[in-house]
């Protein structure tokens, strides 16, 4: 069955960095663009980027731009969302998306 599982978010202080990942199972990972997304208590789920199908083209909200870069390894099944600059609003659990299929999400908290 499909499924996308998110790894390493955690606890990191203002202007520190962090590393998202996610795992693809289930479908082919080649054939779809890829998106993180990210969703805080109260606030409907916003999205943070998007990668093409080849990584070559790459789409930010204005909100991480500058500050993300997300990328793909297709040989792998494996989508990434480098965070640096980190502020506290960027604080929220962040999902893995490829069509309707979601991840369980990964919680960063940014916090002194």
């Known amino acids: 069955q499909v499924q996308l599982v998110e790894s390493g978010g955690g606890l990191v202080q203002p202007g520190g960095s962090l590393r998202l990942s996610c795992v693809a199972s289930?479908?082919?990972?080649?054939?779809?663009?890829m998106s993180w997304f990210r969703q805080t208590p109260g606030k409907g789920r916003e999205r943070v980027a998007t990668?093409?199908?080849?990584?070559?083209?790459?789409n930010y909200a204005d909100f991480v731009k500058g500050r993300f870069t997300i990328s793909r390894d297709n040989a792998k099944n494996m989508l990434y969302l480098h965070m640096k600059n980190l502020k506290p609003e960027d604080t929220a659990v962040y999902y893995c998306n490829a069509g309707s299929a979601w991840g369980q999400g990964t919680q960063v908290t940014v916090s002194a």
């Open positions: 289930g479908f082919t990972f080649t054939i779809y663009p």
């Open positions: 990668v093409s199908t080849a990584g070559t083209t790459t």
